[in-house]
């Protein structure tokens, strides 16, 4: 009961203080630790204890990967990171949009830098090897001021790729001028190419692992053929679905809705979804394989459903995180289980990408398969 009151203590802090002592208190092994029922998942060549994992932005250096895990994820994504330390933007940067359950934030890639979170990959790895199934994934961007960004992903590949399960190119946020262009054909297949030559280096060794991008909700539906195009031409594993919106036409309520940066939660869901849906389509019809890690509005049993059946094979939070608490995994996982006995599902391979549409998702989450 006590982490009830604590999450709602939170809510009356800064946004961005409230999360720093939220990474400080977890530091501390000062956390519930709730008995989550593990839901076993492959994708690629990683299997996971669930498909629930939490998104890159929460734990951006690396400090607290094990009490991640004990809260019931299946997987972390660290980062961004870019290869130097970055204050970000200028402060204020998050704002809490709570009556729209959605955070706005224009961060700017504020991080240790590759070499302070490499030393703590190190210490994680030298206590919990790769073979464990909570997966930690590293998300990569580039400095602001680089001379060279397309390098930067190299330089982060050859460096850290060693100490990951995966890795995530992130080529979407809003927050840093000109990033979302890498999502143009051409600049991406540089970004994948510079990935893949940081892999092969000698420092790094890891050709193999899986690679996800991850893409904007704001995409037409040309840019997203494009970029899945590419995706499966380079062999990417899969498409991190989606970054946060610049999008303001969502009836938002609160006072903070006009603020500058990438809006998530709650606001996202159903924008976030329909890329979904639209590249899962498109994948189906090249008949190629790519697996979508889907992000944005996740909050409960029911959009964690709606995203499978729009296309999903591993789902992300962070937002609903700050809202919800610390028992939010373990309520999601025991909602999902209820609704695959409702629906008389062994597994949600049956029912994975089935809906032709959001209102289709939306119906079978809430009424069950017909």
Request: hydrophobic content about 40%; overall charge positive; aromatic content about 10%.
């Amino acid at each position: 009961m006590i982490w009830v009151y604590i999450s709602k203590i939170f809510r009356f802090l800064d946004p961005e203080l409230s999360h720093n002592i939220a990474i400080f208190l977890l530091k501390l092994n000062f956390y519930p630790r709730p008995k989550v029922t593990n839901v076993l998942v492959k994708i690629d060549k990683m299997m996971l204890k669930n498909p629930i994992g939490l998104a890159a932005g929460f734990d951006k250096n690396g400090e607290i990967i094990k009490p991640i895990s004990n809260l019931g994820f299946g997987f972390t994504e660290i980062g961004t990171i870019t290869p130097n330390y970055q204050y970000g933007n200028k402060k204020p940067r998050v704002f809490r949009l709570s009556e729209d359950r959605g955070i706005i934030n224009r961060n700017g890639f504020n991080n240790d830098g590759m070499v302070k979170v490499k030393q703590r990959l190190i210490k994680y790895r030298n206590v919990y090897n790769t073979q464990s199934n909570f997966k930690v994934g590293l998300n990569f961007g580039v400095n602001k001021n680089s001379p060279n960004r397309i390098y930067d992903y190299e330089l982060l590949a050859s460096n850290l790729s060693s100490y990951a399960d995966f890795i995530s190119i992130n080529v979407s946020s809003p927050n840093t001028p000109g990033l979302r262009s890498f999502q143009s054909e051409k600049s991406l297949t540089d970004v994948i190419n510079s990935v893949y030559k940081g892999l092969k280096n000698e420092k790094a060794k890891k050709i193999d692992i899986p690679v996800f991008i991850k893409i904007s909700p704001d995409l037409k539906i040309q840019d997203l053929e494009n970029i899945i195009n590419v995706a499966i031409k380079k062999n990417v594993t899969g498409l991190i679905i989606s970054n946060t919106t610049v999008d303001r036409d969502l009836s938002l309520k609160t006072i903070h809705k006009k603020e500058s940066g990438g809006l998530s939660g709650r606001p996202l869901f159903k924008k976030s979804t329909e890329i979904l849906l639209k590249a899962n389509k498109i994948v189906k019809k090249y008949n190629a394989k790519l697996y979508f890690i889907a992000v944005g509005g996740i909050e409960d049993s029911i959009s964690a459903y709606i995203k499978i059946l729009c296309g999903a094979h591993l789902l992300q939070l962070y937002t609903s995180l700050t809202f919800e608490g610390p028992f939010i995994v373990k309520n999601i996982l025991n909602g999902l289980q209820g609704l695959m006995e409702r629906d008389k599902l062994k597994n949600l391979d049956k029912v994975r990408g089935v809906a032709k549409t959001f209102a289709e998702a939306e119906r079978i989450a809430s009424t069950g398969l017909k």
